[in-house]
């Protein structure tokens, strides 16, 4: 899968979960999850499950701090597809 | 100085009306809201009679965002945050914005008994197959007790007190003292209260199993023995929500809002689960005490009273709670208030009992009404033996209402009674 497949499929994804005052075409590679989408930190995790049942793949908790913003997202699922 | 507490807005989730327009229609016209489930047949419930609120999906939507309504699986938290956004709609208060300061006058406090059943169950399943790490970020909001107010508390902008209590069936009764005495100190000018009950069999399981549930009419849900009956044989469970902003009698009189009616005062105690009390049983020492207790709380005196909105279950206590009024009161025979119990309409709706209830008497109060107590043909013998059969109200009834009384019961032997009064003059 490109990256850019991944991409298509994780930004439904992380649009489910912004706020009201943030619209889907603020959604770009380098923005941060929750300081500049605005997410609710308690959403990451929800984001991740999503994320596992999307791509059939599994995060580990010291993926999680990996994950910052939409690209470390990309680039974890890339690895673990690729695994 | 105490300041005078006033009730300014109401809402209610309830089997037989969800919102006060339908629930009013509702208790005047005697239309129940006990159903038939064919899921407790299936699990081999003893009653599988119920009563659920019926929501549709764009009534959700109206009240949660569909982020809020994701994996959202808690009846109780649905039922509270309508009906509480309702009363704060109805006492004509707005929300704060995301970017302004919390309402520092505004509190809530809203109870339940327990919360988030279903949501629990799911939680549990997934715990127990190793899979904690996939319950997600709502799991604790949607099954701690204080789940209604923290839902309420975000989506209203709350900045006062915001809290949940528990005291089984009376805490309904229980949230509107605790609100009334929190502004009559002095601390909110606005505590919005209430309680919720979870519907399902996972809430009503236990009562099921304690047989103070009814067998006798699952074929027949409408013709179930209401309470007071010759005939009652056990409750039907039931769920919802009921919710009251109360507000300190100067602010809405400076709004200009519309004053249901007055809390002039009221008492919470318990039996101690001592001499007869116990934990599924009264003490009805403890329970005239609170009547007696809420009336001197109140400044009146036992004759003003003109209507009980009872805590009356359908049940083998029906009896004691009637010695237990006619006692506390000193009034029998035809000297007694009127009385009656929504139960017979919306089965025992538990933790939320006491604020439904509290809403119904309101409306009956303002409006002046009172509703049929269903059901209730052949009243049990030993009740008319102490008050007048006419007292117990089985038809409605066009009557201004001045002074009156709402009273709670529950497990662990707690008793809440409240007075309320309508004043032409405020």
Redesign the interface.
Known sequence: MTSDEIYDLLEPIIK??LP??VSAIDINRSSDLTRELNI?S??L??IV?DIEDKFNIEFKNEDMEKLRNVNDAVLLIQQKIAK | MKKRVVITGLGVVSPNGVGIPDFKEAIKSGSSGIRFFPELRELKFSCQLGGQPEISEEKKREYLSELQLRNFNSSGILYGVIAGMDALKDAGLNVTNQNEEPLWELGIIFGSGTSGVEKFREAIYKIDDKNVRRLGSTSVAQTMTSGVSAYLGGLIGAGNKVTANSSACATGTEALLMGFEHIANGKATYMLCGSTSDYGPYIWGGFDAMKVTTYKYNDMPQNVAGPMSANASGFVPGSGAGAYLLESLESAQKRGATIYAEVLGGAINNGGQRGEGSMTAPNSIAIQKCITDALTDAGITASELEYINGHLTATIKDTDEIKNWSSALNRKDNDFPYINSLKGMTGHCLAASGSIEIVSAILQLHEGFIFPNVNCGNLHPEIASIIASEKVVTKLQEIPLQTIAKASFGFGDVNACVIFRKNKHI
Do not use: S
Request: aromatic share 10%.
């Open positions: 489910t979960y009201e005052d609710n308690a959403h995790v929800d499950l």
